[in-house]
C-alpha cells in the first residue's frame, strides 16, 4: 500500500512517524511546497528572536531519511484526482496514492493580497517566510516594524521582533490585543501588559489603509485615522485561511469524520480540517498543535488497523513566548463569570449550570492543569470555584485529592 501525505508540517510528520510506530512499511511520500524537513511553526517566532535556524527541525533534519520517507519538495499540490487516485502539482508531478493523508495547513491572509508582493512586506506563517524576514532585518538593517492584527500570531510576531531589538507597532481593530482568546476585560488586562512590560506600541481600534511604496519598496503606512508611521517592514497577520482548495475546491476547511476520513481512503487533519470541539461539539477549524497531533495518531492508527476514534479538539490558546506573564484561555466566555485578580494576575472562569465554560488566566498560570482538568470533566465548581480561582500552586486541588482540611493563603 502507498501512503502519500499533501503536507510535511506537523500533522503529516506526527502522521507518517505515528504510521512507522503502528508496523507500516509500505511505501510514503511526502509532498510539500516548501523545501524543508518538517519543522514547526510554532517555535519559528525563536528563530526569527535570534534561536539557529536548526532548532525549528522538531523530528531532526534527516527525518525523511530515518522513516524511509520519499520527499517531494517545492511541489505545490494544485489537484486531488479522485478517480483514477492521483495527487497533481504545479510544477507538473503526479503521484499515485492507495491512501491520502491531506494536511495542507492554512495561510496568511491579507485584506490586500497584493501588498505581499511589496519589498518589506511579509505573512508570518511558514518557514519560507521567516527566513525572507531575517534576511530583510539583516539586509535592510530594519529598526523599525508595524505588525497589522493583534491576535496570537500578530502578538507572537511583535514579541519575537522586540526580543530582536526592533521598536514594534502593533495595529489591531479591535478595542483589546488578542481578542478571539479573551474576553473584553481579560483581553485589556493582556494589552495592558504586553504595552507596559512588554515594550510594544499598542494602537487598537485602528487598521492600515494604505501604504507608501517607493521603487517598490515599503517606506511606510498610513492608519485609518490618517496617522503615518515610517517603517521599511510590515508583517500582516489579519488572518489565515485553511489550504483546502485542491482537495475540496473552496477555502472553507475539511469536514472530517470521527476516523478523520473526509471520504473513502483520504484522511484530512490539523489547520485545515473542519473538526468538532470536545466539549461544546460545536465544528470549527481549531488550529493548534496539540489537536493535529492527536488528530494525526487516530488517523495513522485507523490506516493500520482499521479502528480509531477522535474525542474532539479544543480551542486552547497558550502564549508564552517572550514574555513572564503567560496567557492561557480555552472554551467559550459566556455563562457567570468569576474574577480573580491581584496585582498582575488575572483569572477569571466561565459557569453555565455550575460548570466551567471557559476560562482565562494571565500572569501566574501553574493551576491551569487543575482548571483545565475541571474544564474537560465538566464537574461541578460553582460552590468552589473561587477559591480554586485564587489558588496559586494548584494546591487545593492536591489537598482535595488528599482529603486534607487546611486553607491555603496566597
Ligand atoms: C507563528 C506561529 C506560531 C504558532 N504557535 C503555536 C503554539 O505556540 N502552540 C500551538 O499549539 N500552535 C501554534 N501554532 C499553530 C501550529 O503551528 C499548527 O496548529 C500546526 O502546525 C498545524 O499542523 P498542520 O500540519 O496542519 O499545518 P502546518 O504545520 O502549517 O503544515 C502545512 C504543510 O502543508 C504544506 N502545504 C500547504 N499547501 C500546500 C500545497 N498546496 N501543496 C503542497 N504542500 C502544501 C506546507 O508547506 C506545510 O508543509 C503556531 C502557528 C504559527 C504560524
Not at 510528520?13 to 524543508?36: C, H, K, N, W
Not at 483569572?347 to 482538568?373: K, M, P, S, V, W
Request: hydrophobic content about 40%; glycine content about 10%; overall charge negative.
Amino acid at each position: 500500500m502507498k501512503v502519500v501525505t499533501v503536507g510535511t508540517g506537523m500533522a503529516s510528520a506526527d502522521f507518517v512517524q505515528q504510521l512507522r510506530t503502528e508496523g507500516f512499511d509500505g511505501e510514503i511520500v511526502m509532498i510539500s511546497d516548501e523545501p524543508y524537513a518538517p519543522y514547526s511553526p510554532c517555535v519559528i517566532p525563536f528563530y526569527l528572536a535570534g534561536d539557529p535556524l536548526e532548532s525549528v527541525f522538531w523530528k531532526g533534519q534527516d527525518f525523511y531519511q530515518r522513516q524511509q520517507i520519499t520527499p517531494l519538495l517545492e511541489h505545490r499540490v494544485v489537484e486531488v484526482d479522485r478517480e483514477q487516485r492521483l495527487v497533481r502539482t504545479e510544477q507538473g508531478a503526479s503521484e499515485s496514492y492507495d491512501r491520502l493523508f491531506y494536511a495542507a495547513g492554512s495561510r496568511s491572509w491579507c485584506p490586500q493580497p497584493d501588498w505581499l508582493q511589496t519589498e518589506g512586506v511579509f505573512g508570518f506563517k511558514t518557514l519560507t517566510d521567516m527566513v525572507a524576514i531575517d534576511r530583510y532585518i539583516r539586509q535592510q538593517r530594519i529598526e523599525r516594524a508595524v505588525v497589522f492584527g493583534g491576535g496570537f500570531i500578530g502578538v507572537d510576531a511583535a514579541l519575537a521582533l522586540h526580543h530582536r531589538g526592533i521598536e514594534v507597532t502593533i495595529v489591531h481593530r479591535n478595542n483589546r490585543l488578542l481578542s478571539q482568546m479573551t474576553d473584553v476585560e481579560g483581553g485589556q488586562f493582556a494589552t495592558e501588559r504586553l504595552a507596559n512590560k512588554a515594550g510594544l506600541d499598542v494602537r487598537l481600534h485602528a487598521t492600515v489603509d494604505s501604504l507608501t511604496i517607493d521603487a517598490g519598496q515599503l517606506r511606510g503606512i498610513t492608519l485609518n485615522d490618517g496617522t503615518t508611521l515610517d517603517t521599511a517592514m510590515l508583517i500582516v497577520t489579519t488572518g489565515v485561511t485553511p489550504n483546502s482548495a485542491p482537495l475540496t475546491g473552496t477555502d472553507d476547511g475539511v469536514s472530517v469524520s470521527a476516523e478523520l476520513l473526509t471520504e473513502a481512503g483520504i484522511y484530512a487533519a490539523g489547520d485545515v480540517a473542519l473538526t468538532r470541539h470536545l466539549v461544546s461539539d460545536a465544528p470549527g477549524l481549531y488550529a493548534t498543535y496539540p489537536n493535529a497531533q492527536q488528530q494525526a495518531r487516530v488517523a495513522a492508527r485507523h490506516l493500520v488497523h482499521g479502528t480509531g476514534h477522535y474525542d474532539g479538539s479544543l480551542n486552547t490558546n497558550v502564549l508564552q513566548k517572550h514574555i513572564d506573564f503567560p496567557i492561557i484561555s480555552v472554551g467559550v466566555f459566556e455563562g457567570e463569570a468569576v474574577t480573580w485578580r491581584q496585582g498582575d494576575l488575572f483569572r477569571r472562569a466561565y459557569l453555565q449550570e455550575g460548570r466551567i465554560n471557559g476560562y482565562i488566566l494571565i500572569g501566574d498560570t501553574r493551576n491551569a492543569g487543575h482548571i483545565h482538568h475541571l474544564y474537560v470533566t465538566r464537574e461541578p465548581v460553582a460552590h468552589n470555584i473561587a477559591e480554586i480561582l485564587a489558588d496559586r500552586r494548584g494546591v487545593s486541588h492536591y489537598r482535595n485529592l488528599m482529603q486534607l482540611q487546611t486553607p491555603v493563603t496566597v
